[in-house]
């Protein structure tokens, strides 16, 4: 599909420059709050791109606008150069197909009445070969073959994350979007996971936009970041450009209060366990020590 260049994102273009763009964004809830205060981003196609702030500095805000899922009080959202921002939902089919979230929550967002097959398979509609397609996720995510004959609350945390990831894959989209995605998980799921997201974009050529509070996590996953501080982007660059000589005292601040940079993310010696065990796992994952 062509379509003509938007005046807000002047290279973004199929093949070419960045998949998504936002520009001037602002996002004003009904009660006064202003929860986006004129952000500009474009996230190149292909990159892992982090988005790391406190909790309330506006994260899921503007991944929700990324998604369309949300209307901007100002500002463009363009995804190839083509405005989504007040688009009517019958006209947001393509974006539904290429642009994929995985949220936080995998309880809030499986529904417990529908066995795993049908959820996997919800956003594909009917086609001839999706019980071939849903076997192909189950195995890409690492879950057993008959999880599909189940419903998700016979699983684990970290299974359900599987679950959400292989329902987000089902319509081959290019962009996924992981919107605190492992923060509720314990740390050697977590890490599981995060393996799991990695192995997944490589494989699919995805592009990544990782958002988590969690700055360690950021650094391990993604190699742009912008940081968001009550609705601004302060900076944004390269991880390594911004981890290693912050420009902006809240990056400095933040970067010192983080426990799981400076290696604490990593498992401790003897304890990793594979992928294959956890997936193999009926309904436990290995508990984690606890934390601290
Ligand atoms: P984050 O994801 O970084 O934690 P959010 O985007 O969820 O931040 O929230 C940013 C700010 O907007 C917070 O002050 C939050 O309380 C507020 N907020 C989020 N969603 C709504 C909503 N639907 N109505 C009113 N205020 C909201
Ligand atoms: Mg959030």
Redesign the pocket.
């Known amino acids: 599909m062509t379509s003509k260049p938007d005046s807000a994102a002047p290279d973004a273009a199929p093949g070419s420059g960045p998949i998504v763009s936002v520009r001037d964004l602002e996002r004003t809830?009904?009660?006064g709050?202003h929860?986006l205060r004129g952000v500009s981003l474009d996230v190149p196609r292909g990159g892992r791109f982090g988005i790391v702030?406190?909790?309330?500095?506006?994260?899921?805000?503007?991944v929700r606008l990324l998604a369309a899922l949300d209307r901007p009080t100002a500002g463009t959202v363009t995804f190839e150069g083509q405005r989504i921002d007040h688009r009517r939902e019958s006209d947001l089919g393509f974006l539904r197909r290429r642009l994929q979230i995985v949220f936080q929550d995998p309880m809030g967002s499986l529904d417990p009445r529908m066995r795993v097959r049908d959820i996997i398979s919800e956003p594909l509609g009917r086609t001839r070969d999706r019980d071939e397609r849903v076997a192909e996720l189950l195995d890409a995510v690492g879950l057993p073959s008959d999880a599909g004959a189940q419903y998700p609350h016979r699983f684990s945390g970290g299974q359900r994350q599987r679950i959400s990831i292989a329902r987000a894959l089902a319509p081959r989209p290019e962009v996924l979007i992981a919107d605190e995605a492992v923060s509720a998980l314990d740390v050697l799921v977590r890490k599981q996971i995060l393996d799991l997201l990695t192995r997944l974009v490589d494989e699919y050529a995805l592009t990544l936009v990782f958002v988590s509070?969690d700055l360690g996590v950021v650094r391990k996953m993604c190699d742009e970041v912008a940081v968001?501080r009550r609705?601004e982007v302060v900076e944004h660059g390269p991880v390594d450009e911004v981890y290693d000589a912050p420009r902006h005292d809240y990056t400095r601040e933040l970067i010192a209060a983080a426990p799981t940079l400076h290696g604490a993310l990593r498992a401790p010696a003897g304890s990793a366990t594979s992928e294959a065990s956890a997936a193999g796992a009926e309904s436990s994952e290995p508990e984690p020590p606890p934390e601290g």
């Open positions: 809830y009904r009660g709050v929860a702030g406190e909790s309330g500095s506006g994260k899921s805000t503007l509070h968001m609705g």
